[in-house]
């Protein structure tokens, strides 16, 4: 098991050294061995197979920013990096703390370092391009709320621009839950204007169809049985309280083939299943109250689903959409990494 904790280290050991965190070979000792033994080697050669495809290091996401200048300087049809950056402005529309300000930052390091560009300069000819860009779209609801508060704000006239084409809008995210997405376009469509979804261009290095980790209904034990009845009463009960109907149960996918990151069928069941059981037992010995944090991560109350199920990592946080065995601190379990809350 040495080995695997090595390689599993060698990949996710600079997440958060600017914040003083440390991920060691020995955090990662004292987290698998909370797993029964059998088990141990099985999740460490998985996680290695998804963290090589879907964890984001600093380095990578840099490469990830140089590539939105390369593509839009193409498609805008430039013919230098400057003459593109001059007529651009990237939003910055989140609080701070926030990812969006945090890839800025970094963007900015990009400009000067990889383009030899002041990031002082940008919008200097025009703000012609507009580009919003982040690290993840789960819920949808941050993306949602920041460019329908940037399409109507008071005075600015956006819309009618980006109709009449004086303006444009490119939004660029690492990841994207699709079904998700699908439902903030709905949003858009009947609270801000029926074709303001449409004079957007979304771009992503992944789309997902479904939530990354969903089991499929095979296997269950009394635990796992216990808890979807648990969430179902709970839903019902929140949506009761609302006045509005519940979602109808989304536990389990049908689909058998394997995402990409995984590296068989059966290892992605089997890796469903692990997270599974052991989310539900740090939930049941945690004093939780909120029936949003479920097994696989943060969902919404009144969803009937063992959570959001994502597997997205980056070198700066872990969003609580991942389940809890990497980040949920309570009931006694040490999550793998430290996140920020």
């Known amino acids: 098991m040495v080995q695997e904790i090595k390689a599993l280290q060698e990949i996710i050991k600079n997440y958060r050294k600017s914040d003083g965190i440390e991920i060691s070979e020995q955090r990662?000792?004292?987290?698998?061995?909370?797993?029964?033994?059998?088990?141990?080697?099985?999740?460490l050669t998985e996680l290695k197979h998804i963290f090589d495809k879907m964890y984001f290091s600093k380095k990578?996401?840099?490469?990830?920013?140089?590539?939105?200048?390369?593509?839009?300087?193409?498609?805008?049809?430039?013919?230098?990096?400057?003459?593109?950056?001059?007529?651009?402005?990237?939003?910055?529309?989140?609080?701070?703390?926030?990812?969006?300000?945090?890839?800025l930052e970094l963007f900015f390091e990009v400009l000067r370092d990889d383009f030899n560009y002041n990031p002082d300069d940008l919008g200097s000819s025009s703000q012609k391009h507009n580009i919003y860009i982040d690290d993840v779209l789960c819920t949808g609801n941050t993306f949602f709320n920041n460019l329908k508060d940037w399409a109507t704000e008071e005075g600015k006239d956006r819309l009618s621009k980006?109709?009449?084409?004086?303006?444009?809008?490119?939004?660029?995210?690492?990841?994207?839950?699709?079904?998700?997405?699908?439902?903030?376009?709905?949003?858009?469509?009947?609270?801000?204007?029926?074709?303001?979804?449409?004079?957007?261009?979304?771009?992503?290095?992944y789309w997902f169809k479904e939530e990354v980790l969903k089991p499929l209904e095979e296997n269950l034990t009394d635990l796992v049985t216990e808890y979807k009845e648990k969430v179902e009463s709970n839903a019902n009960a929140h949506a009761e309280n609302k006045g509005f109907t519940s979602y109808s149960p989304d536990f389990f996918r049908t689909e058998v083939n394997p995402e990409e990151f995984y590296s068989s069928i059966e290892n992605r069941k089997r890796l469903e299943l692990i997270f599974l059981k052991k989310g539900i037992e740090i939930l049941n010995n945690s004093n939780v109250s909120k029936t949003n944090v479920r097994p696989l991560g943060y969902s919404l109350?009144?969803?009937?689903?063992?959570?959001?199920?994502?597997?997205?990592?980056t070198w700066r946080n872990v969003a609580n959409n991942t389940p809890l065995v990497f980040w949920y601190?309570?009931?006694?379990?040490?999550?793998?990494f430290v996140n920020k809350r």
């Open 162 to 205: 980006l109709r009449s084409k004086e303006i444009d809008l490119t939004v660029f995210y690492m990841f994207i839950a699709e079904k998700y997405y699908y439902k903030k376009r709905g949003q858009f469509y009947y609270r801000v204007s029926e074709d303001f979804r449409d004079l957007i261009t979304v771009l992503s290095i």
């Open 60 to 103: 990578r996401t840099k490469s990830f920013l140089k590539g939105i200048v390369d593509k839009l300087k193409e498609k805008f049809s430039y013919s230098t990096h400057k003459e593109f950056l001059d007529n651009s402005n990237f939003l910055d529309l989140q609080a701070e703390g926030k990812s969006q300000k945090k890839l």
């Open 329 to 336: 601190r309570g009931g006694g379990f040490t999550p793998l």
């Open 301 to 313: 109350p009144a969803y009937k689903d063992f959570g959001f199920g994502a597997l997205i990592f």
């Open 28 to 43: 990662i000792t004292k987290w698998i061995n909370q797993f029964p033994e059998y088990d141990r080697v099985f999740i």
